[in-house]
Protein backbone atom coordinates (compact mmCIF):
# COMPACT_ATOMS: atom_id res chain seq x y z
CA UNK A 1 0.00 0.00 0.00
CA UNK A 2 0.92 3.10 -0.86
CA UNK A 3 2.15 6.07 1.70
CA UNK A 4 -0.72 8.38 -0.72
CA UNK A 5 -3.60 6.29 -0.06
CA UNK A 6 -2.73 5.49 3.55
CA UNK A 7 -3.17 9.34 3.80
CA UNK A 8 -6.45 9.85 2.04
CA UNK A 9 -7.52 11.50 5.11
CA UNK A 10 -4.78 13.98 5.45
CA UNK A 11 -5.65 17.33 3.63
CA UNK A 12 -2.18 18.52 3.25
CA UNK A 13 -1.38 16.22 -0.06
CA UNK A 14 0.32 17.52 -2.74
CA UNK A 15 -2.50 18.31 -5.66
CA UNK A 16 -5.36 16.64 -3.58
CA UNK A 17 -6.33 18.64 -0.78
CA UNK A 18 -8.99 20.89 -2.50
CA UNK A 19 -10.91 17.18 -3.51
CA UNK A 20 -10.87 16.21 -0.14
CA UNK A 21 -12.19 19.51 1.97
CA UNK A 22 -14.99 19.44 -1.31
CA UNK A 23 -15.90 15.77 -0.43
CA UNK A 24 -15.60 16.21 3.33
CA UNK A 25 -17.84 19.57 3.62
CA UNK A 26 -20.18 17.95 1.89
CA UNK A 27 -22.91 17.39 4.82
CA UNK A 28 -22.66 21.09 5.92
CA UNK A 29 -22.97 22.14 2.43
CA UNK A 30 -26.22 20.08 2.36
CA UNK A 31 -27.38 21.65 5.39
CA UNK A 32 -27.17 24.76 3.94
CA UNK A 33 -28.56 24.33 1.19
CA UNK A 34 -31.65 22.86 2.42
CA UNK A 35 -31.94 26.03 4.31
CA UNK A 36 -31.65 28.33 1.13
CA UNK A 37 -34.33 26.77 -0.12
CA UNK A 38 -36.38 27.52 2.61
CA UNK A 39 -35.48 31.01 2.97
CA UNK A 40 -36.31 31.21 -0.99
CA UNK A 41 -40.04 29.12 -1.12
CA UNK A 42 -42.11 32.29 -1.06
CA UNK A 43 -40.27 33.49 -4.28
CA UNK A 44 -39.41 30.26 -5.86
CA UNK A 45 -43.42 29.25 -5.43
CA UNK A 46 -44.48 32.42 -7.03
CA UNK A 47 -42.50 31.50 -9.92
CA UNK A 48 -43.73 27.71 -10.16
CA UNK A 49 -47.03 27.34 -9.18
CA UNK A 50 -48.33 29.08 -12.28
CA UNK A 51 -46.14 26.64 -14.14
CA UNK A 52 -46.66 23.52 -12.41
CA UNK A 53 -50.63 24.46 -12.91
CA UNK A 54 -50.34 24.04 -16.28
CA UNK A 55 -51.12 20.01 -16.96
CA UNK A 56 -49.45 20.68 -20.77
CA UNK A 57 -46.21 22.20 -19.11
CA UNK A 58 -42.89 20.07 -20.06
CA UNK A 59 -40.24 19.97 -17.57
CA UNK A 60 -36.60 19.30 -19.28
CA UNK A 61 -33.59 19.12 -16.49
CA UNK A 62 -30.15 20.27 -18.50
CA UNK A 63 -26.80 20.31 -17.91
CA UNK A 64 -23.31 18.29 -19.19
CA UNK A 65 -21.31 15.99 -17.99
CA UNK A 66 -21.95 15.49 -14.28
CA UNK A 67 -24.46 18.55 -14.40
CA UNK A 68 -26.38 16.39 -16.76
CA UNK A 69 -26.11 13.46 -14.66
CA UNK A 70 -28.21 15.62 -11.96
CA UNK A 71 -31.04 15.45 -14.42
CA UNK A 72 -30.79 11.60 -14.81
CA UNK A 73 -31.04 11.27 -11.34
CA UNK A 74 -33.80 13.99 -10.51
CA UNK A 75 -35.76 13.30 -13.96
CA UNK A 76 -37.85 9.96 -12.88
CA UNK A 77 -37.57 10.39 -9.00
CA UNK A 78 -39.65 13.74 -9.67
CA UNK A 79 -41.87 12.56 -12.69
CA UNK A 80 -42.74 9.93 -9.84
CA UNK A 81 -43.36 12.56 -7.24
CA UNK A 82 -45.33 14.51 -9.44
CA UNK A 83 -47.25 12.77 -11.47
CA UNK A 84 -46.08 14.62 -14.72
CA UNK A 85 -43.78 14.00 -17.50
CA UNK A 86 -39.81 15.39 -16.40
CA UNK A 87 -37.69 14.15 -19.21
CA UNK A 88 -33.61 14.73 -18.71
CA UNK A 89 -31.59 16.16 -21.81
CA UNK A 90 -28.20 16.69 -21.71
CA UNK A 91 -27.14 20.73 -22.95
CA UNK A 92 -24.76 18.87 -25.25
CA UNK A 93 -27.33 17.17 -27.01
CA UNK A 94 -29.61 20.53 -27.06
CA UNK A 95 -26.89 22.69 -28.67
CA UNK A 96 -26.26 19.85 -31.95
CA UNK A 97 -29.83 18.99 -31.94
CA UNK A 98 -32.33 22.19 -30.66
CA UNK A 99 -35.19 20.81 -33.31
CA UNK A 100 -35.11 16.94 -32.20
CA UNK A 101 -34.44 18.23 -28.82
CA UNK A 102 -37.60 20.49 -28.73
CA UNK A 103 -39.56 19.05 -31.30
CA UNK A 104 -42.89 19.64 -29.42
CA UNK A 105 -43.76 23.21 -29.33
CA UNK A 106 -44.96 22.97 -26.14
CA UNK A 107 -45.05 25.36 -22.65
CA UNK A 108 -41.38 24.30 -20.82
CA UNK A 109 -39.91 24.78 -18.19
CA UNK A 110 -36.09 24.52 -18.90
CA UNK A 111 -34.38 23.63 -15.53
CA UNK A 112 -30.47 23.99 -16.01
CA UNK A 113 -27.74 23.28 -13.95
CA UNK A 114 -24.02 24.35 -14.09
CA UNK A 115 -21.24 24.01 -11.56
CA UNK A 116 -19.79 27.36 -13.23
CA UNK A 117 -22.16 28.35 -16.20
CA UNK A 118 -19.10 29.25 -17.70
CA UNK A 119 -19.11 25.71 -20.35
CA UNK A 120 -20.10 27.18 -24.15
CA UNK A 121 -23.49 25.09 -23.97
CA UNK A 122 -24.71 25.89 -20.40
CA UNK A 123 -26.36 29.78 -22.03
CA UNK A 124 -26.47 28.43 -25.33
CA UNK A 125 -29.03 25.39 -24.88
CA UNK A 126 -30.84 28.32 -23.23
CA UNK A 127 -30.91 30.66 -26.32
CA UNK A 128 -31.82 27.81 -28.39
CA UNK A 129 -34.74 26.86 -26.69
CA UNK A 130 -35.76 30.70 -26.54
CA UNK A 131 -35.22 30.85 -30.40
CA UNK A 132 -37.03 27.16 -30.90
CA UNK A 133 -40.12 27.32 -28.70
CA UNK A 134 -42.75 29.70 -28.27
CA UNK A 135 -43.07 30.07 -24.63
CA UNK A 136 -40.19 28.68 -22.26
CA UNK A 137 -39.47 29.59 -18.55
CA UNK A 138 -35.94 29.11 -17.29
CA UNK A 139 -34.95 27.57 -13.44
CA UNK A 140 -31.40 28.29 -13.29
CA UNK A 141 -29.55 26.17 -10.30
CA UNK A 142 -25.83 26.81 -10.52
CA UNK A 143 -22.61 27.21 -7.62
CA UNK A 144 -21.49 30.69 -9.47
CA UNK A 145 -22.93 33.46 -9.67
CA UNK A 146 -20.95 35.51 -11.63
CA UNK A 147 -20.60 32.83 -14.26
CA UNK A 148 -22.05 33.28 -17.39
CA UNK A 149 -25.46 31.30 -17.37
CA UNK A 150 -25.95 33.38 -14.17
CA UNK A 151 -25.42 36.67 -15.84
CA UNK A 152 -27.47 35.55 -18.85
CA UNK A 153 -30.90 35.01 -16.68
CA UNK A 154 -30.60 37.14 -13.60
CA UNK A 155 -33.27 40.00 -14.07
CA UNK A 156 -35.07 38.19 -16.81
CA UNK A 157 -38.85 38.06 -16.15
CA UNK A 158 -39.07 34.21 -17.30
CA UNK A 159 -36.16 33.16 -15.72
CA UNK A 160 -35.47 31.99 -11.63
CA UNK A 161 -31.28 31.77 -10.69
CA UNK A 162 -31.04 29.97 -7.70
CA UNK A 163 -27.81 29.92 -6.15
CA UNK A 164 -26.12 27.05 -4.16
CA UNK A 165 -24.07 27.32 -1.47
CA UNK A 166 -20.75 29.47 -1.78
CA UNK A 167 -18.69 26.84 -0.73
CA UNK A 168 -20.12 24.34 -3.35
CA UNK A 169 -18.42 26.20 -5.91
CA UNK A 170 -15.50 23.66 -6.16
CA UNK A 171 -12.11 24.30 -7.18
CA UNK A 172 -10.74 20.99 -7.61
CA UNK A 173 -10.84 19.23 -10.97
CA UNK A 174 -13.80 16.68 -10.51
CA UNK A 175 -17.84 18.11 -9.25
CA UNK A 176 -17.78 16.74 -5.89
CA UNK A 177 -20.04 19.25 -3.68
CA UNK A 178 -21.26 20.92 -6.86
CA UNK A 179 -23.17 17.64 -7.74
CA UNK A 180 -24.52 17.01 -4.75
CA UNK A 181 -25.46 20.41 -3.77
CA UNK A 182 -27.17 20.91 -7.08
CA UNK A 183 -29.12 17.58 -6.96
CA UNK A 184 -30.37 18.18 -3.43
CA UNK A 185 -31.37 21.72 -4.17
CA UNK A 186 -33.47 20.36 -7.10
CA UNK A 187 -35.11 17.71 -5.69
CA UNK A 188 -36.16 20.40 -2.75
CA UNK A 189 -37.38 23.32 -5.13
CA UNK A 190 -39.59 20.70 -7.02
CA UNK A 191 -40.37 18.10 -4.71
CA UNK A 192 -40.63 19.79 -1.52
CA UNK A 193 -38.92 20.61 1.91
CA UNK A 194 -37.67 16.80 3.24
CA UNK A 195 -35.63 18.35 6.08
CA UNK A 196 -35.55 14.49 7.65
CA UNK A 197 -33.86 13.05 4.56
CA UNK A 198 -30.88 15.95 4.28
CA UNK A 199 -30.30 15.16 8.10
CA UNK A 200 -30.48 11.74 7.63
CA UNK A 201 -28.11 11.99 4.76
CA UNK A 202 -26.02 14.16 6.39
CA UNK A 203 -25.07 11.85 9.13
CA UNK A 204 -24.63 9.20 6.86
CA UNK A 205 -22.06 10.54 4.61
CA UNK A 206 -20.50 12.33 7.53
CA UNK A 207 -20.59 8.25 9.04
CA UNK A 208 -18.68 7.56 5.43
CA UNK A 209 -15.98 10.06 5.75
CA UNK A 210 -15.27 9.41 9.20
CA UNK A 211 -15.02 5.56 9.33
CA UNK A 212 -14.69 3.97 5.50
CA UNK A 213 -11.78 5.60 4.44
CA UNK A 214 -9.37 2.71 5.74
CA UNK A 215 -11.03 -0.42 3.42
CA UNK A 216 -11.86 2.62 0.42
CA UNK A 217 -7.51 2.92 0.64
CA UNK A 218 -7.63 -0.94 0.54
CA UNK A 219 -9.70 -1.25 -2.40
CA UNK A 220 -7.81 1.23 -4.29
CA UNK A 221 -4.62 -0.86 -3.32
CA UNK A 222 -5.85 -4.09 -4.38
CA UNK A 223 -4.47 -3.66 -8.01
CA UNK A 224 -8.19 -3.45 -9.64
CA UNK A 225 -8.15 -2.01 -13.39
CA UNK A 226 -11.24 -1.69 -14.09
CA UNK A 227 -14.22 -0.52 -12.17
CA UNK A 228 -18.14 -1.10 -12.67
CA UNK A 229 -20.85 0.24 -11.22
CA UNK A 230 -24.86 -0.57 -11.17
CA UNK A 231 -27.90 1.43 -10.46
CA UNK A 232 -31.62 0.84 -11.56
CA UNK A 233 -34.10 3.91 -12.21
CA UNK A 234 -32.55 7.17 -10.81
CA UNK A 235 -29.61 5.05 -9.48
CA UNK A 236 -28.45 4.47 -13.30
CA UNK A 237 -27.56 8.32 -13.65
CA UNK A 238 -26.07 7.71 -10.06
CA UNK A 239 -23.54 5.03 -11.70
CA UNK A 240 -22.56 7.27 -14.61
CA UNK A 241 -21.84 9.95 -12.36
CA UNK A 242 -19.66 7.52 -10.13
CA UNK A 243 -17.70 6.17 -13.66
CA UNK A 244 -17.26 9.42 -14.83
CA UNK A 245 -15.50 10.54 -10.99
CA UNK A 246 -13.04 7.92 -11.35
CA UNK A 247 -12.07 8.30 -14.88
CA UNK A 248 -11.36 11.51 -14.00
CA UNK A 249 -9.84 11.64 -11.39
CA UNK A 250 -7.71 8.78 -12.47
CA UNK A 251 -6.52 10.89 -15.48
CA UNK A 252 -8.35 7.49 -17.76
CA UNK A 253 -6.14 5.34 -15.98
CA UNK A 254 -8.43 2.85 -14.43
CA UNK A 255 -11.56 2.13 -16.93
CA UNK A 256 -14.84 2.41 -15.58
CA UNK A 257 -18.00 1.27 -17.11
CA UNK A 258 -22.25 1.59 -15.73
CA UNK A 259 -25.30 0.26 -16.69
CA UNK A 260 -28.44 -0.74 -14.95
CA UNK A 261 -29.36 -3.90 -13.33
CA UNK A 262 -30.92 -5.50 -16.23
CA UNK A 263 -29.23 -3.67 -18.64
CA UNK A 264 -25.85 -5.11 -18.08
CA UNK A 265 -26.21 -8.68 -18.97
CA UNK A 266 -27.56 -7.91 -22.82
CA UNK A 267 -23.49 -7.20 -23.58
CA UNK A 268 -21.74 -4.72 -21.15
CA UNK A 269 -21.38 -7.70 -18.61
CA UNK A 270 -18.50 -8.89 -21.25
CA UNK A 271 -16.27 -5.82 -19.70
CA UNK A 272 -15.88 -8.30 -16.37
CA UNK A 273 -12.13 -9.88 -15.99
CA UNK A 274 -9.55 -10.31 -13.34
CA UNK A 275 -9.25 -7.22 -12.42
CA UNK A 276 -12.66 -6.36 -11.98
CA UNK A 277 -14.13 -4.30 -8.77
CA UNK A 278 -18.09 -4.31 -9.25
CA UNK A 279 -20.38 -1.59 -6.93
CA UNK A 280 -24.15 -2.20 -7.23
CA UNK A 281 -26.27 0.56 -5.58
CA UNK A 282 -29.78 -1.11 -4.21
CA UNK A 283 -32.93 0.54 -4.85
CA UNK A 284 -35.50 1.79 -1.56
CA UNK A 285 -38.28 0.64 -3.85
CA UNK A 286 -39.06 -2.92 -2.78
CA UNK A 287 -39.76 -4.06 -6.74
CA UNK A 288 -36.81 -2.46 -8.14
CA UNK A 289 -34.98 -3.71 -4.96
CA UNK A 290 -35.34 -7.38 -6.22
CA UNK A 291 -33.56 -6.65 -9.83
CA UNK A 292 -30.55 -5.63 -7.36
CA UNK A 293 -30.12 -8.23 -5.32
CA UNK A 294 -30.65 -10.65 -8.77
CA UNK A 295 -27.62 -9.18 -10.08
CA UNK A 296 -25.39 -8.88 -7.06
CA UNK A 297 -26.03 -12.56 -6.39
CA UNK A 298 -24.80 -12.69 -10.30
CA UNK A 299 -22.13 -10.98 -9.87
CA UNK A 300 -20.63 -12.97 -7.00
CA UNK A 301 -20.79 -15.48 -8.66
CA UNK A 302 -19.04 -14.60 -11.41
CA UNK A 303 -16.20 -12.35 -10.16
CA UNK A 304 -16.54 -13.69 -6.32
CA UNK A 305 -17.95 -12.49 -3.72
CA UNK A 306 -14.77 -9.90 -2.39
CA UNK A 307 -14.84 -8.05 -5.80
CA UNK A 308 -18.50 -6.90 -5.61
CA UNK A 309 -19.68 -4.62 -2.98
CA UNK A 310 -23.30 -3.71 -2.24
CA UNK A 311 -24.38 -0.19 -1.13
CA UNK A 312 -27.34 -0.53 0.44
CA UNK A 313 -29.72 1.57 3.09
CA UNK A 314 -31.57 -1.13 4.18
CA UNK A 315 -30.07 -5.37 4.86
CA UNK A 316 -29.85 -7.69 1.89
CA UNK A 317 -32.22 -10.72 2.24
CA UNK A 318 -29.01 -13.21 2.04
CA UNK A 319 -25.81 -12.86 4.08
CA UNK A 320 -22.51 -13.64 2.25
CA UNK A 321 -20.14 -10.94 0.22
CA UNK A 322 -19.36 -7.29 0.86
CA UNK A 323 -22.31 -4.73 1.64
CA UNK A 324 -21.75 -1.51 2.96
CA UNK A 325 -25.10 -0.69 4.95
CA UNK A 326 -25.64 2.86 5.20
CA UNK A 327 -27.58 3.24 8.40
CA UNK A 328 -30.76 5.37 9.37
CA UNK A 329 -31.53 5.77 5.24
CA UNK A 330 -34.38 3.32 5.00
CA UNK A 331 -37.51 4.23 3.13
CA UNK A 332 -35.41 7.39 1.35
CA UNK A 333 -36.28 7.90 -2.05
CA UNK A 334 -33.63 6.70 -4.61
CA UNK A 335 -32.87 10.14 -5.25
CA UNK A 336 -32.19 11.53 -2.70
CA UNK A 337 -29.91 8.41 -1.66
CA UNK A 338 -27.76 8.95 -4.61
CA UNK A 339 -26.49 12.22 -2.83
CA UNK A 340 -25.83 9.87 0.05
CA UNK A 341 -23.80 7.13 -1.98
CA UNK A 342 -22.04 9.21 -4.45
CA UNK A 343 -19.63 10.01 -1.42
CA UNK A 344 -18.34 6.15 -1.65
CA UNK A 345 -17.58 6.80 -5.40
CA UNK A 346 -15.95 10.39 -5.03
CA UNK A 347 -14.11 8.92 -2.02
CA UNK A 348 -12.96 5.71 -4.42
CA UNK A 349 -11.72 7.88 -7.39
CA UNK A 350 -9.71 10.11 -4.98
CA UNK A 351 -7.88 7.08 -3.51
CA UNK A 352 -7.48 5.18 -6.69
CA UNK A 353 -6.30 8.70 -8.11
CA UNK A 354 -3.57 8.86 -5.29
CA UNK A 355 -2.70 5.24 -5.32
CA UNK A 356 -1.80 5.80 -9.25
CA UNK A 357 -0.01 9.03 -8.43
CA UNK A 358 -1.83 11.21 -9.78
CA UNK A 359 -2.80 14.69 -8.91
CA UNK A 360 -7.17 14.37 -8.06
CA UNK A 361 -6.82 18.60 -7.78
CA UNK A 362 -5.75 18.60 -11.27
CA UNK A 363 -5.56 14.95 -12.80
CA UNK A 364 -4.75 16.75 -16.42
CA UNK A 365 -1.80 18.91 -15.63
CA UNK A 366 -1.29 19.23 -19.37
CA UNK A 367 -4.61 20.46 -20.31
CA UNK A 368 -5.87 17.61 -21.85
CA UNK A 369 -9.12 17.75 -20.50
CA UNK A 370 -10.32 20.58 -18.63
CA UNK A 371 -12.43 22.06 -15.72
CA UNK A 372 -14.76 24.31 -17.90
CA UNK A 373 -14.62 22.42 -21.41
CA UNK A 374 -12.54 24.52 -23.97
CA UNK A 375 -12.95 24.21 -27.52
CA UNK A 376 -17.01 24.12 -28.36
CA UNK A 377 -17.88 26.94 -31.62
CA UNK A 378 -21.93 27.18 -30.81
CA UNK A 379 -22.82 28.04 -34.26
CA UNK A 380 -26.13 29.72 -35.06
CA UNK A 381 -28.88 28.18 -35.37
CA UNK A 382 -30.82 29.19 -39.12
CA UNK A 383 -34.64 29.48 -39.24
CA UNK A 384 -36.15 26.01 -40.66
CA UNK A 385 -38.00 26.41 -43.44
CA UNK A 386 -41.46 26.05 -41.49
CA UNK A 387 -40.56 28.50 -39.21
CA UNK A 388 -39.53 30.95 -41.88
CA UNK A 389 -43.27 30.22 -43.38
CA UNK A 390 -44.81 31.14 -40.15
CA UNK A 391 -43.22 33.98 -39.83
CA UNK A 392 -43.96 35.45 -43.49
Not at 183 to 200: E, R, Y
Not at 319 to 328: C, E, I, V
Request: aromatic letters at 6%; a negative charge.
Amino acid sequence: MSNHTTAIGRTGLPGSSATFREIAQQPDVWREASENVTAQRGDLDAFLAPLLGRSDLRIVLTGAGSSAFVGDIAAPALARLLSRRIEAVATTDIVSNPRECFAEDVPTLLVSFARSGNSPESSAATVLADQVLTDVSHLVITCDEAGDLSSHHKGRAKSKVVLTPRRSNDEGFAMTSSFTSMLLTSLLILGGSNDSAVAALAAAATRIIEHRQEEITALAASGFERVVYIGSGPLTGLARESALKLLELTAGQVVTYYDSALGFRHGPKAVLDDSTLALVYVSSDPYTRQYDWDIVAELRSTLSPERVITISSEPLPTAGGRTWLLGDLAGVDDAFLAVGYIVIAQLLGLAFSLELGATPDNPFPRGDVNRVVQGVHIHPLQASTSTASKES
